[in-house]
């Protein structure tokens, strides 16, 4: 759980390694923060003398601790991030989507997008052989123009962050070159991926050679037509008239009561009670118009009480 929130935190991708996600988010292992609250317990319970007599400073050792793990996770990370933090992160880094993905080495770049196996090719568009986030950085000639114009010419990863101002061009760089390069190196990749995936897999276990022999002479239709025995709506004819017969049957039904003798869903069941003209009124369904039988009741009830209000009009007057 502490891994997933992390990883939601820093925008990386679900196959950076916890180590590299902890160090990025300055966050340490869920068992080490316990195990320093246990030392912290210890520590207090001690006597005063004992204190004293060995000097202990509880917050300086729970610290030392804490950065002895945070300094094993940051050890034990991959090769691009040792070359960009291999002295500690810097207070000023901020983990991003872009930035994320080039100090991991975990994005649209070839030799990750070869490594997870959504393409066979891990080299650059620029003719390398391998492209990885060092080389786009540092190498590539496709953004040499880039480079030049923004007084990008270090070739070690650390003097990329090495100053807050430098950090600050090292996000629109990587920023610059995930917009305008690798959109269309991970939809070429992708592409390709789904086209192989399609080939091996799909046909084999499906038989959809004959399909795919049309999806490539463009001989296919993907419009969803009507199939037999399948309503095109709700509102069918054999729908409405069992709903309107189980609401005159019994008009205390409830709407789950419905929904199980005629097996549709709420919003279907509601739908066609609308349709109906009914509505629900003290647990009751009764008609949204009133009939004329309904109607001449409640005019005879009002008569009868405008006279009744005269008959005692009346008799208040002579008295």
């Given at each position: 759980m502490q891994y997933q929130i992390l990883i939601w935190s820093i925008q990386a991708y679900k196959t950076t390694s916890y180590n590299c996600v902890h160090s990025l988010a300055k966050t340490p292992l869920i068992a080490d923060y316990i195990e320093a609250k246990n030392m912290k317990f210890d520590l207090n319970n001690l006597s005063f003398e004992d204190k004293q007599k060995y000097n202990i400073d509880i917050p300086f050792i729970i610290k030392s601790y804490i950065d002895?793990?945070?300094?094993?996770?940051?050890?034990?990370?991959?090769?691009?991030?040792?070359?960009?933090?291999?002295?500690?992160?810097?207070?000023?880094?901020?983990?991003?989507?872009?930035?994320t993905q080039f100090v991991t080495n975990h994005g649209n770049f070839g030799s990750f997008l070869e490594r997870i196996r959504a393409s066979e090719d891990p080299g650059c568009f620029c003719g390398c052989r391998i492209q990885d986030s060092t080389h786009l950085l540092l190498k590539c000639p496709a953004f040499q123009d880039y480079r030049l114009s923004n007084g990008i010419?270090?070739?070690?990863?650390?003097?990329?962050?090495?100053?807050?101002?430098?950090?600050?061009?090292?996000?629109?760089?990587?920023?610059f070159i995930s917009n305008n390069a690798l959109q269309s190196n991970r939809n070429y990749k992708v592409m390709y991926y789904f086209e192989w995936i399609t080939a091996q897999h799909c046909i084999k276990r499906c038989g959809l050679r004959v399909p795919r022999t049309h999806f490539q002479t463009d001989d296919f239709d993907i419009s969803d037509k009507e199939r037999p025995g399948r309503p095109?709506?709700?509102?069918?004819?054999?729908?409405?008239?069992?709903?309107?017969?189980?609401?005159?049957?019994?008009?205390?039904?409830?709407?789950?009561?419905?929904?199980?003798?005629?097996?549709?869903?709420?919003?279907?069941?509601?739908?066609?009670?609308n349709n109906l003209g009914y509505r629900k009124l003290c647990s009751k369904w009764v008609p949204k118009l009133l009939i004329r039988e309904i109607m001449q009741i409640q005019k005879e009830?009002?008569?009868?009480?405008?006279?009744l209000f005269l008959e005692n009009l009346f008799r208040c007057l002579k008295l």
């Amino acid at each position: 759980m502490q891994y997933q929130i992390l990883i939601w935190s820093i925008q990386a991708y679900k196959t950076t390694s916890y180590n590299c996600v902890h160090s990025l988010a300055k966050t340490p292992l869920i068992a080490d923060y316990i195990e320093a609250k246990n030392m912290k317990f210890d520590l207090n319970n001690l006597s005063f003398e004992d204190k004293q007599k060995y000097n202990i400073d509880i917050p300086f050792i729970i610290k030392s601790y804490i950065d002895e793990r945070m300094l094993l996770l940051l050890n034990n990370t991959n090769e691009t991030f040792t070359s960009f933090f291999n002295l500690g992160i810097p207070n000023y880094f901020r983990p991003n989507f872009h930035n994320t993905q080039f100090v991991t080495n975990h994005g649209n770049f070839g030799s990750f997008l070869e490594r997870i196996r959504a393409s066979e090719d891990p080299g650059c568009f620029c003719g390398c052989r391998i492209q990885d986030s060092t080389h786009l950085l540092l190498k590539c000639p496709a953004f040499q123009d880039y480079r030049l114009s923004n007084g990008i010419l270090c070739t070690d990863p650390r003097e990329l962050i090495s100053s807050r101002d430098s950090y600050i061009e090292f996000n629109r760089f990587c920023k610059f070159i995930s917009n305008n390069a690798l959109q269309s190196n991970r939809n070429y990749k992708v592409m390709y991926y789904f086209e192989w995936i399609t080939a091996q897999h799909c046909i084999k276990r499906c038989g959809l050679r004959v399909p795919r022999t049309h999806f490539q002479t463009d001989d296919f239709d993907i419009s969803d037509k009507e199939r037999p025995g399948r309503p095109t709506s709700v509102m069918a004819d054999r729908n409405l008239a069992p709903t309107e017969e189980l609401i005159k049957n019994n008009w205390t039904m409830m709407t789950y009561q419905i929904m199980g003798k005629l097996s549709l869903s709420k919003g279907s069941v509601l739908k066609l009670i609308n349709n109906l003209g009914y509505r629900k009124l003290c647990s009751k369904w009764v008609p949204k118009l009133l009939i004329r039988e309904i109607m001449q009741i409640q005019k005879e009830i009002c008569l009868h009480l405008m006279k009744l209000f005269l008959e005692n009009l009346f008799r208040c007057l002579k008295l």
